[in-house]
């Protein structure tokens, strides 16, 4: 396992176009980015490439999701701009080849069901898992706790799995942040070994506060003894709200994550 800096949420306090060679020189192993896609594809690689930095994650535009929408993913009254990001992502991702592509399931929009927001969700992702699968890139899908995120649709490791049983893809696999199963109260190594085999991208922040590691209650050794025991081999990736702007001085956690997971 290696760890990665998501690089919306850390080294802010530099444009993005600083942040690659940052994250490298603080020594991560690689970096994702929520949204790149305000830098062109190809001065990005550009950066990864000077960096010998990989992309192990973008997410898929998700509309007016970032400012409290319900997105694209799950609308049906949206599919044609859902269609325009699947290819603006695919069209970005065959030039910085991230790892992994994260669709975000988004909010419940009004006036529309459950049950026609996840049939829309689930036709997405398939169509999404085939096309990314013609680039080699695979595709995931996260919960998120509903405190945080009201309204969100995929909740607990079992939204996920129904939510995977349902695409039936081989190309589409679990997202699971740590932080998120925490925040709801739910046991993080019971939900890891409920998605086991089925991972395909891992995040974390401590919990409460959603700080760094050792801000929080979350047992992170014991996290990743169950992690590695489901023969999981991906990234990690850390997506916190760091205690200052100066992403250097709140790393000393960096050192003791390679001890945990053997490095």
Partial sequence: ??????????????????????????????????????????????LLDMAGM???LINLPAGDFMQGGPGLAAVPERQKEFDAALEEALTYAAMVRPSRVNVLAGRLAPGVTREQAMECLVNNLHKTAEAFAVLGIGVVSEAINPLDVPGFLINTPEH???LMQAVDHPNLAAQFDIYHMARQGLDVSTALRALAGRIGHVQFADCPGRGMPGTGKI????VFDVLSGTGYQGWLAAEYRPISASNASGLSWL?????????
């Fill in 160 to 162: 996920l799995s129904e």
């Fill in 54 to 56: 990989p992309l192990c």
């Fill in 255 to 263: 050192t003791m994550f390679r001890d945990l997971v053997r490095f």
């Fill in 1 to 46: 396992m290696k760890i990665a800096a998501n690089l919306s949420m850390l080294f802010t306090e530099l444009p993005l176009t600083d942040r690659v060679v940052a994250a490298a020189a603080a020594g991560f192993d690689g970096v994702e980015i929520q949204f790149p896609y305000e830098l062109p594809a190809l001065r990005l690689k550009e």
């Fill in 219 to 222: 047992d992170f050794k014991g």
